[in-house]
């Protein structure tokens, strides 16, 4: 994976992700490395308190100089001073550090879902990919946080306390390391009875989450057929399971709380009797501040294994992710383009030569003996049932996969020698259900093209039919177009779709059922745009209904992933072959 420096190009396949998480890290280590000098010293006022606890009783039971009780107390006094700045120190040499990393990680996440092949993308879920790079990075960064923060508290606390411990008093530490390690898992054990209970409240309140969102989206439906009150039933039902869920893990929470601190506080008294009594009958050299220092680092010790121990699901859930999105970084699934051909200019010349494409799931071929040459400018329709193989076509033009046999040409040069992302500059795609995205229709339009200005989109506009309803909106060109268009008709966001096709004068143009979900009046705007997107360019159109292809240069219908027949509209059905058959279809 990587550094925030650099691309994440660490091959770390079957590699412990501890391992990929210090490479992650390596960037930052001289921060990390001061952040953790910082902590200690900031830290320290936690261990350093019963020493200095222990010396002040020392100094008052044994009268020693008053200078020693105005020493240990201006020791104490000067680190809790210097703690504020050093805290915002170690926030800002950790944290920086660690937003760095995810900053970067999510990046490469971005590049990598760029770069993967659209079998890839077919295959994965959007929800998924979206979760590794939100909710995964998250929990990265969150492990790391907590972690530094708990972790690092708990380690500087152990090892100042046993260091203490076994300087000033190493009879007892022996004591030590076996009373408090047994006394964080009694702790841990009673925490472990709550895991399950804190999973079914967890469980209850996702459901609650699922009906509330059932309930939301069935309101229509719901308001219609006056089911009201059979809806908050089932709602109140719910919301009793969360309530009676809720209560049981509150007494069980308020149960443990309860026992830790009576456990705790029991062991503490039974230690610092037992360390009085070891000082009152002399058995070992003990001072009335060592009885007072061993007493508060029992109870320190044993808090600080517990959250120590109380961290590994933390880490567990933060080490699952780091493997998370190393599945996606390195996917082998690669769009394959280096080294290849750089395109230059496409004249629009495409010729497929007995081309086959087979999925790796599919039982057959989606395409087989595919053999087509396309005229520069030339429209070529795609008719057929569903299945035939017509989106396999389009995918193979745009090269999104390529042939698994035979060739594909482009100006007579095979695509598979081709750098395909430069070929997809002179390519524009306008498909079924336009893609837009929450942004003012001017950013929408010339999406990609920072270089163009205000009159090229709107000549684009006017050529898709949509610069009368533009400019109707309030800010016009500014007007912000909402999440996916919601705030706009499917005729608008298709002729939106079309302008942003227009603006880019593609050589290569694929329609993909742009007219299929439309009513009959933004049909005929849309096809009136249409009919001035294609001119000139080499046009690929897929459509159920042969009423908008009729017009194409020629129709080639698709049977199985073969081609049928090919001709003009007339052409086809004088020919009363399947064409004919699937018009005669749409008219019955």
């Known amino acids: ?90 926030v800002r040499l950790l944290y920086g550090s660690i937003r760095r990393v995810g900053t970067a990680v999510r990046s490469a996440l971005c590049t990598r879902m760029q770069q993967l092949s659209i079998g890839y993308h077919s295959r994965i879920s959007a929800g998924v990919l979206q979760a590794k790079v939100v909710r995964d990075v998250e929990t990265i960064e969150q492990m790391v946080q907590q972690s530094s ?17 076994g300087i000033r008093t190493p009879e007892f530490l022996p004591v030590f390391l076996i009373v408090v390690p047994v006394a964080a898992l009694l702790v841990m054990r009673l925490r472990t009875r709550l895991r399950t209970h804190n999973e079914e409240f967890r469980h209850e309140v996702e459901n609650l989450s699922s009906r509330v969102t059932e309930m ?55 230690f610092l009797t037992g360390s009085a009594l070891i000082a009152y009958y002399e058995v070992w050299d003990l001072t009335a501040g060592d009885v007072v220092m ?113 060739r594909l040409l482009l100006d007579g040069a095979d695509m598979n020698t081709l750098d395909l992302r430069t070929y997809r500059r002179f390519v524009s795609v306008v498909p079924q259900e336009s893609i837009l995205f929450e942004g003012t229709i001017r950013e929408n339009v010339a999406y990609g093209m920072d270089d163009v200005d205000d009159d ?27 999440e996916s268009g919601g705030r706009l008709s499917g005729g608008q966001r298709q002729r939106l779709a079309i302008a942003r096709a227009l603006i880019r004068n593609p050589r290569v143009l694929i329609l993909d059922e742009a007219t299929s979900a439309l009513d009959t009046r933004s049909e005929a705007l849309v096809q009136e745009a249409l009919g001035r997107l294609v001119a000139g360019r080499t046009t690929f159109v897929v459509a159920h209904r042969l009423s908008t292809v009729r017009n194409a240069d020629r129709i080639v219908v698709m049977r199985d992933g073969g081609i049928a027949e090919i001709g003009t509209h007339e052409e086809l059905l004088a020919h009363g072959g399947a064409y004919a058959g699937l018009q005669r279809g749409q008219l019955t």
């Open 1 to 90: 994976m990587a550094t925030p420096e650099g691309p994440l190009d660490h091959h770390y396949r079957g590699e412990h992700p501890v391992r990929t998480l210090a490479y992650l890290f390596r960037g930052s280590r001289h921060r990390i490395a001061g952040a953790l000098f910082v902590f200690v010293v900031k830290h320290s006022p936690v261990w350093l308190l019963p020493l200095v606890t222990a010396a002040i009783v020392d100094t008052v039971v044994q009268h020693l100089p008053i200078s020693q009780l105005w020493s240990s107390a201006g020791v104490v006094m000067i680190i809790l001073i210097i703690n504020p700045p050093l805290h915002l120190l170690y």
């Open 456 to 482: 090229a989109v709107r000549a684009a506009l006017r050529d898709a039919n949509a610069l009368e309803f533009v400019e109707r909106m309030p800010g016009g060109l500014d007007a912000v177009v909402g």
């Open 294 to 406: 061993l007493s508060a680092f029992l109870t320190t010790l044993t808090n600080s294994t517990t959250t120590l121990m109380g961290l590994a699901p933390v880490i567990t859930k933060g080490l699952e992710s780091v493997r998370s999105v190393g599945e996606v970084l390195q996917a082998p699934a690669l769009e394959d383009n280096e080294g290849k051909t750089v395109v230059t200019e496409v004249g629009g010349a495409i010729e497929f030569e007995n081309t086959g494409f087979h999925y790796e799931e599919a039982e057959r071929p989606s395409v087989r003996d595919f053999s087509l040459s396309v005229r520069p400018g030339e429209t070529i329709a795609l008719v057929g049932a569903s299945g035939a193989g017509k989106s396999t076509v389009l995918n193979l033009v745009i090269g999104f996969i390529r042939p698994t046999s035979g």
């Open 216 to 270: 939301t989206r069935l309101i229509s439906v719901t308001r219609a057929h006056g089911l009201e009150p059979s809806a908050l039933r089932r709602m109140d039902h719910t919301l009793g399971n969360v309530l009676r869920s809720g209560l049981r893990l509150d007494l069980l929470n308020g149960r443990f709380a309860s026992l830790a601190w009576v456990f705790l506080n029991a062991l503490g008294v039974l």
């Open 149 to 165: 923060d708990t972790g690092l508290g708990a380690i500087t606390v152990l090892v100042g306390g046993l260091v203490i411990i």
